[in-house]
């Protein structure tokens, strides 16, 4: 048989099965109904994450936070951290860090540097409610490898970010860039992360492991106070 007709032999018959059982698609089924975002956003948002392994603590004031942070750090045993440049309480929270050592990324080697951190301290863009997942904007002075590295990573989430679920992402960032001029000419940041939850994988025989290729653990602190 020529390869001609080979082809439209099998061509005949994929025609005929198609025919005997016409192609349909099931239609996708109804988006469920965003979470609200009201006084109880932050209990909500504690119980999304405690399946995850994940704490939540809450601060009203910046010398609170840098309280829950250096616990955190205690509880962790952590002798050294790195943290994003514009943190909000930056200052409160050095001092409530000043028996550990600070790293600093290195433009000549950062990931270097910031791998030997025990704990890694950054900011939350938003967290979404629905999935306890926190959306990190990388920036200048926010090297992602401080999020990544360290085996603690502890995330600052503002209140003002607490958000029902992605969709209000593309809103979000908007308003970022209009406020902060973080990206200029109207381009987006150079990476978004969002992660939900310490660093797992069950990738062999579905048995749960975390930490293989990032934080083993992940403490949110919540902010409960208006920033500027």
């Known amino acids: 048989m020529s390869s001609a007709n080979a082809r439209e032999g099998i061509l005949a018959t994929l025609r005929a099965g198609l025919a005997a059982a016409p192609l349909s698609v099931p239609a996708p089924p109804a988006r469920p109904a965003s979470l609200s975002v009201g006084p109880d956003a932050w209990a909500l948002l504690a119980a999304v994450l405690?399946?995850?392994?994940?704490?939540l603590r809450l601060a009203?004031?910046?010398?609170e936070a840098a309280r829950h942070v250096a616990d955190i750090a205690r509880e962790r045993g952590a002798a050294?951290?790195?943290?994003w440049a514009d943190l909000p309480a930056a200052a409160e929270m050095d001092a409530a860090l000043a028996g550990l050592t600070r790293l600093e990324p290195n433009p000549s080697g950062c990931c270097q540097a910031l791998a030997r951190a025990d704990l890694g301290l950054t900011f939350a863009q938003a967290a979404l409610m629905d999935s306890g997942s926190l959306?990190?904007?990388?920036?200048?002075?926010?090297?992602?490898?401080?999020?990544l590295l360290?085996?603690?990573h502890v995330c600052l989430v503002?209140?003002?970010g607490l958000v029902a679920d992605v969709s209000a992402l593309p809103e979000l960032l908007r308003r970022h860039a209009a406020a902060s001029g973080a990206f200029p000419q109207g381009?987006?940041?150079s990476c978004l992360n969002l992660i939900t939850g310490p660093s797992s994988t069950a990738d062999i025989e579905l048995v749960l492991v975390r930490g293989v290729h990032g934080p083993?653990?992940?403490?949110?602190?919540g902010l409960d106070w208006d920033l500027e």
């Open 216 to 221: 083993g653990a992940l403490d949110v602190v």
């Open 158 to 160: 503002p209140r003002a």
């Open 80 to 83: 050294s951290y790195a943290r």
């Open 60 to 63: 009203a004031t910046p010398a």
């Open 135 to 147: 959306v990190l904007v990388a920036g200048p002075q926010r090297p992602r490898s401080v999020s």
């Open 187 to 189: 381009l987006l940041p």
């Open 150 to 152: 360290p085996p603690t």
């Open 50 to 55: 405690e399946p995850l392994e994940v704490r």
